[in-house]
C-alpha cells in the first residue's frame, strides 16, 4: 500500500491580520509573490491567495492588483493557486468573485454559510497603527455579518465550478456547515473527491480545540463517508498544535500568515517558515507530503495548464 500523502496549503496573506502586526506580512504585489514561490519552494503544494492594496495593506478585491501576481507565481512554481472567494467580510459578492472569475484557477475557497467573524478583540493588545483604515475594519466586524446565503453558495458553485471547471476548497467554521455541504452534494450540485477546510478559532465559528477537531472529522464522516479529504486550519496560537492533531487523524495541513503571524514564539520572518516547521512535525510523524502533481491526482483538479492567467 502506498504511503499517504499530505496536503500542504499555505495561505499567504489573508484580510485578518494588518500591516502593523507584524513587519513581515506581505503586502504588495512583489512580496505576494515572492512569500508564495517561497513557500512552494519549501513545500506548499497548495497556494490560498488574498490581495491587498499596495499602498497601504488594506484587503482588496481588485482583479488588477491579483493579475500583478498571479502569472509570476505560475511562471515560477507548479503550485496549485487557490483563489479567495471569500475576501473580506466588509466585502460584496460580486467584488468576491471578481478576481476568481477572470483567473478562472484550479481551486478557490467556498465559505460555506453566513456568520458573525469577529476579529474585533485584535483591539484589546495595544500597538501603534500605521494605517487608520486597522483599527477601523477590526471594529467594523463587531456589527458586521459575513454573508454567505444559500444563493450565495449556489451562484458561486454555478459560475465558478460549472463555469470555469473550478474545483472547491469547502471552509467549514461549524458542524452546520457540514450539514449545509451535505445538501448541496445531496442535490448534486457538487461531487466528491470534496477537499474540505475544518477551520477553528475564529470567533463567530467553533472554538480551536481538539475535541471540537474530533468532533468535526466524526460528523464529517457521518456525512461524506470516504469520498472526501479534509484539511485543518486553526487561528493564532493553535495553529500548529491543530494541524499536527489533524496530521495524525489522517488530515491535511494549512499554514500561512493569514492563519498565524508566528513561528513557534517569534513573528514568522516569511510564510516559508511555517511551511517547514510543519514538515519538520510531518517527517517526525513518519508522513510524506504531498507534491502539487499528486495533490491535482487527490482533489481532481483541471490543471495549471487550464488557467486564465
Known sequence: MAPRKVII???VTGSVHTPSMSPYLPVTPDQIAADAIA??????????LHARDPKDGRPTADPEVFMQFLPRIKQATD??????TGGSSLMTLDQRLAAPLRAQPEMCSL??????????PMLDKPRDWQHEWEPELLEATRDTIFKNTFADMEGVIERLGKGCGTRFEF???DVGHLYSLAHFRD????????FIQFVLGILGGIGADPDNLIHMKRMADKLFGDSYQFS??????????????AAAMGGNVRVGLEDSLYDGRQLAKSNADQVRRIRGILDGLSLEVATP?????????KGGDRVAF
Do not use: D, K, W
Open 111 to 120: 465559505n460555506m454559510g453566513s456568520m458573525n467573524f469577529a476579529l474585533f
Open 9 to 11: 496549503t499555505c495561505a
Open 79 to 84: 503550485a496549485v493557486i487557490n483563489i479567495t
Open 39 to 48: 513557500a512552494a519552494e519549501a513545500g506548499a503544494s497548495i497556494l490560498h
Open 232 to 245: 485543518v486550519l486553526a487561528a493564532g496560537r493553535n495553529q500548529m498544535p491543530l494541524i499536527s492533531i
Open 171 to 173: 471552509e467549514c467554521y
Open 187 to 194: 442535490r448534486g450540485l457538487v461531487s466528491g473527491p470534496l
Open 293 to 301: 502533481a499528486e495533490a491535482r491526482e487527490m482533489l481532481a483538479l
